[in-house]
């Protein structure tokens, strides 16, 4: 019944910034993890970055130095702030909740970003 709604995708030029927000339609407890994906046409859904309630965070290779995850576990919400922006990172970006009470995991139903001259 609780959905993440996802916003700050559209179209932006090579070296710009975009910053994507996904937001719980109501409030989620006991969240562990947070995470966002994205999936390029013809290619399989790949982790991007991920961020867990100790304050670890990871991010895939292509994106490092570049993207920054965070996150407001009170507010059930995770951010993605994506600078330098290349044509590669052109997809649609999903996030990603888990509940560790509960076992829970929800998906946002995608952004698309596009980054194109």
């Known amino acids: 019944q609780v959905q993440l709604v996802e916003s700050g995708g559209g179209l932006v030029q090579p070296g710009g910034s975009l910053r994507l927000s996904c937001a719980a339609s109501s409030t989620i407890s006991s969240i562990y993890y947070m995470g966002w994906y994205r999936q390029a046409p013809g290619e399989e859904r790949e982790l991007v970055a991920s961020i867990w309630n100790d304050g670890r965070t990871n991010y895939a290779d292509p994106v490092k130095g570049r993207f920054t995850i965070s996150a407001d576990t009170a507010k059930s919400t995770v951010y993605l702030q994506m600078n330098t922006l290349k044509p590669e990172d052109t997809a649609v970006y999903y996030c990603?909740?888990?509940?560790?009470?509960?076992?829970?995991?929800?998906w946002g139903q995608g952004t698309q970003v596009t980054v194109s001259s």
């Open positions: 990603n909740v888990r509940d560790w009470r509960y076992g829970r995991v929800y």
